[in-house]
């Protein structure tokens, strides 16, 4: 396989383009605890929910950022990742 940009940003190590993955734990607590928040719109429960969601959603950043199978997924958490930081310090 030649070593090109393309190869480089958007294939893994067997070769094949990774765009997306099946979601891994932290992906998975993200989006339920971010669909719970919809229904517990106040109180504890969507306070803890909402840290929940956030530090599930900074863990995934996190792991894309820095195992992530090529550097578009790479790329991808630290987009996530800086966006996320951004969000809390509004």
């Known amino acids: 396989m030649e070593n090109t940009l ?4 958007f294939r893994d190590s067997e070769g094949k383009i990774v765009l997306a993955q099946m979601p891994n734990l ?6 339920v605890a971010s669909l719970f928040k919809i229904v517990f719109t106040t109180g504890k429960i969507n306070s803890g ?3 929940l969601a956030f530090g599930s959603l900074f863990t995934w950043a996190w792991q894309e950022l820095f195992q992530g199978v090529n550097y578009f997924r790479r790329a991808l958490g630290m987009l996530v990742l800086v966006g996320l930081i951004a969000s809390k310090l509004q």
Do not use: E, Q, S
Not at 6 to 9: D, T
């Open 49 to 51: 929910l909402d840290l």
């Open 26 to 31: 932290p992906l998975i607590a993200w989006i």
């Open 6 to 9: 393309f190869n480089k940003v």
